[in-house]
């Protein structure tokens, strides 16, 4: 290897001797061939569930609009009764729901999942069983989700779902319980395909593709994954928590057994906050991805938009008390917030003005996307200034909850997410057959869409002033409302027709065979390289953060095979595995092929959602049966030892292969996974905490406290369970793990079992049982979750055995060991904190 | 009647409006700048070269700090004081949601005794108000947009908001919290009255409703404690009231001097004037008309009125049924009643 002085590479650009071997072609195309007949479904590379993703996110567009016609329908003027109250309360309710987690959170990983691992440089997502499973969770649950409105029986508590109103008292019905369990289970899959984001963005970017090169659009989805993996925990516990007070009457937020409806709004918020910008950032990287394609010049301000990402991520973790900021809860803390969503409108504003900047410098074409992103812009610009409006307080107080809100919440999101969708739809669509939509019948679908969008919702700006709260099923006349509410509805029509004709030319130019799309823009990202399955014949070596303007003849280099990995070497499906930060080629590994697996898991796990739901107790044995069968199938084919060594990643580069310990993927997408769990836990003790310090004594009178002797007899049992299951796997990178040592998994278990039981013996006296108050409530649902860690450890303790017994955890195979020690730690941590955490609140 | 936070009756809706104001004139200045440079930047062809420090430091970080840092200035100087305790001399009201209603109680005064009433806040111009706010159930929202800000009415805490009507009127204020089913019709009526009406309005809710005279208001009453009616709704002085029991419904005492029934769900009575113009600002507020057929359809079909409210259809009763209890509710024999009458005639 040659060091490359001149821009500080530590590698340099492979230049593999041409022409390629005969065959080496058709061996790279046979590894990532897809799964022939009905058995394509089984297929799990990113391209295929990428544009599957894609395609049911957008269906769920189209379903959660039809709900805004019908809606719309209602209130296009005052009195109407073409629809009853209940049914109008599950309309606005589902369409608010399915919008925001079946359609754009789906939407935004969906196009990352697709567009991504070609931006990079990568042949796949390191983890394509996970997507294809967390795909088929989300179509199988999101369309069941969705059916529950033909009976009926859909949510009616309003997207955000304050108790009261969803606990058992008011909403009795089973409507609530489809929210909670079916939106609880989604949010798993979205937390999955942050997993593969996260590692995906910082494990796999093509050879020299260091940091500072990265696409904006990777950042952001770095970013994303991130506030994902932090923000979406905290709906989880609160959904497992508000189930509970359902399911067994655990009071935690019924405040006539000491518990406190607002920790609803602190837990749902604090997701609900970040949630409105992972929406928002995802579309930010695309609109920075396509400014510059079609401004032919390089982002203005490429660092600090990047640094704006990551500003607008972090700050928005503080923001979610500006949604209670009629609540009472009053304060210093409230001015806090209100200067802080105040602040974060700054990032946003120097990305508005660095793609001005980027537009004011270049020389544009106009496109259809160039349209959407002027109206991105326009639109964008109007609701963050209202955004502003309405993080002061003295505003606010006025219109929060009203369609001021209501008008401000669909700028940001449709004009900062769905216009960005519509034209990055456009703008790569030649990626998905080789054929672009028409630019005529597109000029007509962004003026309907665009022209609808500002009719329905300018006019809500000021129904919300002259006085409509929103969620109402009609309102009276005769205070002013007549005339917006009619335009309204007649833009909601005008947007509807838009819609329908971009479906139309959707369908009409998408007909025929695939053809290539011979880079229409001249774009300077890598998705434009000429691509496959498998992504590019050979992974592009970076040198630019343009690569494709830098390097004019990277597409026929790449195409003739002269960068990384031009074949496969195992017959396998392999990529690279590179340094976090520079980039630096470390590893070959094999990714794990197609398999019918993941979406027999996503069926079983859809069902053991949706049967519990409706108590059918034998359906919901079944289905959870069936996941963790197919789970283990799935998982027992992976974490093998490639054929060979090392291996020949271009001429002349050497590299070993597979990835073992925490050089593995797997590794990290674990750590992320106890960090989700961490939060998850964290949200549930924070539960505690604050029905806790809602108490006037504390622990309440007759609660007690488990004696320091026994909790200190509990966190040994923990700590040696932990201590003998790192010991069990012990040197496997050295030799074979001895098949007699799964059996030390048994006492491993026993005393997680022990801890556990000792911990739920001394928590309450059997005399205050869960239902009494929130304070043994909250701690009851601790202690479930731990029962819930209990049963995983079950579950990892069989197939860790299992792998050990059938001679499995060996040297360059031992990613299982690493992740079942990771999480078997955790697990016991969480039982210690378990333990001491009320003793340590009193 | 007036719902709208851009014509603001009183010092607190006053400093709101302004608030609102100059945001929307500071933020519509900084809409056409951006979208000033946006056009430029797709259009203008004669446009020069712009350094990337520019747009970056200037667009992205001066304009916002000044813009935005200005309004939180202003905004924090509109309000100060809007969440001050009450001033010593205040009318102190409890309100409590309830699905999907107001009750109200004001608290004794002097001489005057505390009593209870629903859905209407009669208050004296020019005093301040002083609420404290609960709910009995679900979480509901304070909001009248012409006298101030809003406030969530939480199970489980006691939320407190001050204001001052400056102007006669009859304020709507919508429920603007989700609270189910009949959560648009939920709302509580503000009328402000000059100090001297209010204190008449006072004296009259206070006193007990006179006995029924007519046969029929007899019968009414009779009908209403045995219908059940007693066990939801209170009507002072009547035998059937069962004292301090926590309301199911709403205190129906002096039920047909409110402007509306169901919480804003059918017009009962006019308001001689809705909007306070010098003229008529002495008729603001004042019931006219008859409150009788509104009592009989409420109470004939309250599921078709407001449908999923917490009482059932009387269909089932006999029009003269009806007719009787709507007599009693009244409050007044109708034979003698003047086509337009001002309030209640009850004397103290």
Redesign the interface.
């Known amino acids: 290897m040659i060091e490359n002085e001149m821009n500080g590479d530590a590698i340099s650009r492979p230049a593999n001797r041409l022409p390629r071997p005969p065959g080496e072609l058709e061996r790279l195309e046979a590894a990532w061939a897809p799964p022939r007949g009905w058995r394509r479904v089984g297929s799990v590379n990113n391209v295929f569930i990428g544009k599957l993703y894609i395609a049911t996110a957008f269906v769920f567009l189209l379903l959660g609009g039809v709900l805004a016609l019908l809606i719309r329908a209602q209130l296009a003027a005052p009195g109407q009764t073409l629809i009853d109250a209940p049914l109008f309360q599950q309309l606005f309710t589902m369409h608010g729901t399915v919008m925001m987690f079946l359609f754009a959170v789906p939407m935004v990983e969906a196009i990352a999942v697709f567009l991504l691992p070609n931006m990079l440089g990568a042949r796949d997502l390191p983890f394509p069983r996970l997507s294809a499973y967390s795909y088929w969770m989300y179509a199988i649950g999101g369309l069941a989700f969705y059916a529950t409105l033909f009976w009926r029986l859909a949510p009616d508590a309003g997207w955000f779902m304050y108790p009261p109103l969803s606990g058992a008292t008011y909403s009795p019905g089973l409507n609530a319980d489809f929210w909670l369990l079916g939106i609880g289970f989604i949010e798993i899959s979205a937390i999955a395909g942050a997993i593969e984001l996260i590692t995906g963005v910082l494990m796999t970017r093509a050879p020299g593709m260091r940091l500072s090169r990265m696409p904006v659009y990777a950042w952001a989805m770095l970013v994303v994954g991130l506030m994902i993996i932090l923000a979406f925990p905290a709906v989880i516990a609160g959904t497992a928590l508000l189930e509970m007070e359902r399911a067994f009457d655990w009071p935690v937020f019924d405040a006539t057994r000491g518990g406190d409806p607002l920790l609803w709004q602190h837990l749902f918020w604090f997701f609900g906050h970040p949630e409105v910008y992972i929406i928002f950032l995802p579309a930010a990287g695309l609109v920075s991805t396509m400014v510059p394609a079609l401004a032919r010049t390089t982002l203005v301000g490429r660092h600090a938009v990047t640094a704006a990402l990551i500003g607008i991520g972090a700050v928005s973790f503080l923001l979610w008390l500006h949604h209670m900021f009629t609540a009472g809860l009053g304060g210093m803390g409230m001015s806090l917030v209100s200067i802080f969503s105040v602040a974060i409108a700054i990032p946003g504003a120097l990305q508005v003005f660095a793609w001005i900047g980027t537009l004011w410098r270049g020389r544009l074409q106009w496109t259809t996307a160039t349209w959407f992103l002027v109206g991105f812009l326009v639109t964008f610009v109007l609701g963050g200034l209202t955004g502003v409006m309405l993080a002061l307080l003295p505003i606010d107080w006025q219109v929060h909850d009203t369609y001021f809100v209501v008008a401000h919440f669909h700028y940001v999101l449709i004009g900062g997410m769905v216009l960005p969708m519509f034209a990055a739809l456009y703008h790569w669509m030649p990626l998905w057959k080789g054929r672009a939509m028409s630019e005529r019948v597109g000029r007509w679908v962004f003026g309907l869409i665009f022209g609808g969008f500002h009719l329905t919702f300018f006019p809500m700006h000021i129904a919300g002033m002259l006085g409509m709260p929103r969620r109402v099923h009609t309102y009276p006349s005769g205070i002013g409302l007549e005339l917006p509410n009619a335009l309204s509805s007649v833009g909601a029509v005008i947007i509807a027709v838009g819609v329908l004709l971009f479906v139309i030319d959707l369908v009409r130019s998408q007909r025929g065979p695939e053809q290539d799309h011979e880079d229409p823009w001249r774009s300077s990202t890598l998705e434009w390289l000429p691509s496959e399955n498998y992504g590019t014949r050979s992974i592009p070596h970076v040198e630019h953060h343009e690569p494709l303007w830098h390097r004019p003849g990277l597409h026929e280099e790449v195409e003739a095979g002269v960068h990384w990995l031009p074949g496969t070497i195992t017959g396998g499906r392999e990529t690279l595995l590179t340094s976090p930060a520079r980039a630096h080629p470390l590893r070959i590994v094999v990714l794990a092929g197609d398999s019918l697996w993941p979406l027999v898991a996503a069926i079983g796990t859809a069902a053991f959602f949706l049967l519990m739901t409706v108590k059918a107790v034998a359906g919901t044995v079944v289905g959870g049966v069936v996941a963790i069968v197919a789970i283990w199938a799935w998982l027992w084919q992976t974490d093998r030892a490639p054929a060979f060594e090392d291996a020949e990643a271009a001429d002349g580069v050497i590299l070993p292969m597979g990835a073992s310990g925490w050089q593995a993927p797997s590794f990290w997408g674990v750590v992320i996974l106890i960090v989700v769990q961490a939060t998850i836990f964290a949200s549930m003790a924070f539960a505690h905490l604050h029905v806790a310090m809602r108490l006037d004594v504390c622990p309440p009178p007759g609660a007690g406290l488990a004696d320091v002797s026994t909790l200190m007899f509990g966190s040994i049992a923990y700590a040696l369970s932990a201590a003998i299951v790192m010991a069990t796997g012990r040197g496997a990178w050295r030799a074979p793990v001895a098949r007699w040592r799964a059996v030390l998994l048994v006492p491993a278990f026993g005393l997680v079992v022990g801890g556990f039981v000792m911990g739920l013996q001394t928590a309450w006296p059997a005399e205050r049982p869960p239902t009494l108050d929130a304070w043994t409530g909250t701690l009851a649902a601790m202690h479930s979750l731990q029962g819930l860690q209990v049963a995983v450890a079950a579950l990892l303790a069989l197939y860790f055995g299992a792998r050990i017994v059938s001679g499995l955890v060996r040297p360059r195979q031992h990613a299982t060991r690493e992740a079942v020690v990771l999480l078997w730690g955790w697990i016991c941590v969480q039982g210690v904190v378990t333990l001491w955490w009320p003793r340590w609140i009193a | 009647?007036s719902?709208?936070?851009?014509r603001p009756a009183g010092p607190q809706a006053e400093?709101?409006?302004g608030?609102?104001s100059t945001?929307?004139a500071v933020?519509a200045f900084?809409?056409v700048v951006?979208?000033g440079?946006?056009a430029?930047?797709?259009w203008w062809r004669g446009?020069r070269?712009?350094p990337?420090a520019l747009?970056?430091w200037?667009?992205?970080?001066v304009?916002?700090?000044l813009v935005?840092?200005g309004?939180?200035l202003h905004?924090?100087r509109?309000?100060r004081g809007?969440?001050d305790p009450a001033p010593p001399g205040a009318l102190r009201i409890a309100v409590t949601g309830h699905?999907w209603w107001w009750s109200l109680r004001y608290d004794a005064e002097g001489d005057a005794p505390a009593f209870a009433t629903a859905n209407e806040l009669r208050v004296p111009v020019g005093r301040p108000v002083a609420l404290t706010?609960a709910s009995e159930?679900?979480?509901h929202?304070y909001?009248v947009?012409a006298l101030?800000?809003?406030?969530?009415l939480?199970?489980?805490?006691l939320?407190?908001l001050t204001f001052t009507a400056a102007r006669p009127g009859v304020y709507?204020g919508?429920?603007?919290?989700?609270?189910?089913?009949?959560?648009?019709t939920m709302v509580l009526q503000v009328v402000a009255m000059p100090p001297e009406d209010f204190a008449r309005w006072r004296r009259e809710q206070a006193a007990d409703p006179p006995a029924p005279v007519s046969p029929r208001a007899m019968r009414g009453a009779a009908l209403f404690a045995e219908h059940g009616c007693v066990s939801c709704h209170t009507v002072r002085g009547s035998s059937a009231a069962i004292g301090s029991a926590p309301a199911l419904g709403p205190d129906l005492t002096h039920v047909a001097s409110r402007l509306w029934l169901g919480a804003?769900a059918l017009r009962q009575r006019g308001a001689g004037s809705d909007v306070a113009d010098d003229a008529a600002s002495a008729a603001v507020g004042q019931p006219t008309g008859d409150a009788r057929p509104a009592l009989r359809a409420w109470i004939r079909d309250v599921q078709q009125v407001k449908?999923?409210a917490r009482m059932p259809s009387y269909r089932h009763l006999s029009a003269e049924d009806i007719e009787a209890l709507a007599e009693y509710l009244a409050e007044a024999p109708a034979e003698r009643a003047p086509a337009k009458r001002p309030l209640v005639a009850a004397t103290p």
């Open positions: 009647m719902a709208t936070l851009l400093a709101l409006a608030a609102m945001a929307l933020c900084a809409f951006a979208m440079a946006l430029a930047a797709l446009r070269p712009v990337s747009w970056l200037g667009g992205g970080l304009l916002p700090i935005f840092g309004l939180l905004g924090e509109q309000t809007l969440l699905l706010l159930d679900v979480i929202s909001w947009p101030g800000g809003k406030m969530d939480v199970p489980g805490r939320n407190r709507r919508p429920c603007s919290e989700y609270c189910g089913t009949q959560h648009a804003g449908p999923g």
